[in-house]
């Protein structure tokens, strides 16, 4: 018979120094994930945005009839502001008023944003409205995502009165 004890485990000591490498890893990449969950997230909020352009675009194409997107907190009327961070919606707008009216179809309905994000166009404008050829009715405007790291990491969505849009990464007004 063999007299030796087999141990099995760790020692206290080295719990403790596996422990504190993994304290020490941890503590280095925290910031890093905690970077890459807000760049993910503005990312995609700016995409968000940009399809729902898109979206309001080809409806009107689409359905040969205005079609617009504005702010909106309920998720069925427009807010009328200039911030857009609580949500938005599409809808169908025949007559081009901006106003949900008895009849016209809400296409989509986009949540508020998360992360403590801000968006809001820079012009003042309340909405926008696309033509049936898929031109803006008069908005040239410039949408500005934020986040808390400021403006280096912000986006802003550029549309013109042709109704293209595109993203720039730092330059928006914070």
């Known amino acids: 018979m063999n007299n030796l004890a087999i141990n099995k485990g760790f020692t206290v000591i080295e719990l403790l120094v596996t422990l504190s490498v993994a304290g020490i890893l941890l ?40 079609a617009t997107i504005c702010p909106s907190i309920s998720g069925t009327a427009c807010t009328g502001g200039t911030i857009w961070s609580s949500g938005w919606i599409v809808f169908a707008d025949a007559n081009s008023d901006g106003v ?18 801000t968006l809001q166009t820079n012009a003042g404008d309340i909405r926008v409205t ?25 986006r802003t969505l550029i549309l013109n009165n042709q109704g293209r849009v595109r993203t720039e990464k730092g330059t928006a007004a914070c």
């Open 27 to 66: 503590a280095v990449a925290a910031p890093s994930y905690r970077e890459f969950v807000q760049e993910s997230r503005i990312t995609t909020q700016s995409n968000n945005l940009l399809s729902s352009m898109m979206l309001t675009k080809s409806e009107a194409i689409k359905r040969n009839s205005p």
């Open 100 to 117: 949900v009216d008895t009849g016209e179809e809400i296409i989509q309905v986009s949540a508020a944003l998360t992360g403590g994000n």
């Open 130 to 154: 696309f033509a049936a050829d898929g031109f803006t009715m008069g908005f040239n405007t410039r949408f500005s995502l934020c986040d808390s790291r400021g403006v280096a990491h912000s």
